[in-house]
């Protein structure tokens, strides 16, 4: 009998098919097993007393994208005012180690002013101090180069965080210094890092969803000189320090509709370089982490040996407005890099630039 040669084609790719399919099912079992017996383990966070571990899976949207220059024009996010009602102001003093004790309460009119009117020669003592070595605490900042976000036609500070992380809630502290010297905040909310990541009293940018896991976005900040692009990751904060997967932000941050939160978000995946938070760009230097270790008037020497820990809101923004201790002294001279940072992004057109410490660390830095 003859051979149906159409026929036995067909059936020898049905059978091929049938092999491949078969295959591709094994594959697929074995990599959830292997997943699930030895997963695939990025670090995403480090600090000194400890190493936090997220599965590869959760930063695979940072690989392998070329980075592209942003120029766009959108309206930045202002948040909602009003305090949250899952996530309301604590008016009861709590016990260091456990409290939320003014958590998202607004600053009154004179802590801001400690902020918003900061004396420029505060910013001078602490950068000539810094240049001359007698900054007490770890200030320094090794940035990478990287394209500018230009926004309404401005300079972008870019700002991913997470109100659980220790880093970013000391690290608050010397970028509202900074940013106060291009432009003001009508309003700042006081906040803590987790509690059980030192419960150190900080800044928020807005109002903070403290008891789910989201995303807050923007801030009350205005500048003629340059756009101040705030995202906060939010867990809540009885716990550690945590940060949901980038593509999980990414999806939140997209749910806003805000062309300049959602490009900006999609500006850090194409460079490609983020290690955990505090993640900063200021300008052209992007910074991975805090640029202070300043957890108070003396060095710590452990996690848990941190005088931050036990020093409420006001306590902080008296010693900013005193300036006379260690502490500020150091929030100071952090502020002044990136002061510098953003003289360098927009050609040292503010007041600021003049002073002599900030032109020496411009030059000195190359930024």
């Known amino acids: 009998?003859?051979?149906?040669?159409?026929?036995?084609?067909?059936?020898?790719?049905?059978?091929?098919?049938?092999?491949?399919?078969?295959?591709?099912?094994?594959?697929?079992?074995?990599?959830?097993?292997?997943?699930?017996?030895?997963?695939?383990?990025?670090?995403?966070?480090?600090?000194?007393?400890?190493?936090?571990?997220?599965?590869?899976?959760?930063?695979?949207?940072l690989k392998g994208v070329n980075v592209t220059p942003f120029n766009i024009t959108s309206p930045l996010i202002k948040p909602a005012q009003e305090f949250l009602p899952a996530d309301p102001v604590v008016t009861a003093n709590q016990s260091f180690g456990s409290r939320l004790t003014d958590i998202n309460q607004p600053l009154n009119t004179t802590e801001l002013s400690i902020i918003n009117n900061a004396p420029n020669s505060y910013f001078e003592t602490a950068g000539e101090m810094l240049i001359n070595g007698s900054i007490v605490n770890t200030v320094s900042a090794k940035p990478n180069k990287v394209p500018i976000f230009m926004l309404n036609g401005k300079p972008s500070v870019i700002y991913l965080g997470s109100i659980t992380c220790i880093f970013c809630g000391e690290n608050r502290w010397a970028m509202a210094l900074a940013l106060s010297r291009f432009g003001n905040f009508t309003t700042l909310f006081k906040g803590y890092s987790a509690l059980q990541d030192s419960d150190v009293p900080t800044l928020y940018w807005s109002p903070a969803h403290y008891n789910s896991s989201t995303v807050d976005l923007g801030s009350f900040y205005t500048s003629n000189y340059i756009n101040f692009i705030a995202i906060e990751d939010t867990s809540p904060i009885s716990g550690g320090f945590v940060v949901q997967p980038i593509n999980v932000m990414q999806q939140e941050i997209n749910q806003s509709g805000n062309f300049a939160y959602i490009d900006a978000f999609k500006f850090i995946e194409q460079l490609n370089n983020f290690q955990g938070t505090p993640y900063t760009i200021w300008g052209s230097d992007q910074i991975g982490g805090a640029d202070a270790i300043d957890f108070g008037n003396s060095t710590p020497t452990s996690s848990t040996n941190l005088p931050l820990a036990s020093m409420t809101h006001a306590q902080v923004l008296n010693q900013l407005a005193n300036f006379n201790d260690q502490f500020s002294k150091t929030e100071y001279a952090a502020a002044d890099l990136y002061v510098a940072m953003i003289c360098s992004a927009i050609n040292n057109t503010a007041p600021v630039c003049s002073l002599p410490s900030i032109q020496k660390i411009e030059i000195t830095n190359k930024y």
């Open 1 to 61: 009998m003859p051979v149906n040669k159409n026929k036995r084609s067909t059936n020898n790719n049905h059978n091929m098919l049938s092999y491949l399919s078969l295959i591709l099912s094994i594959a697929a079992i074995l990599l959830v097993v292997m997943t699930y017996i030895h997963p695939n383990q990025q670090i995403i966070y480090q600090n000194q007393t400890k190493i936090i571990y997220v599965n590869s899976s959760n930063i695979t949207a």
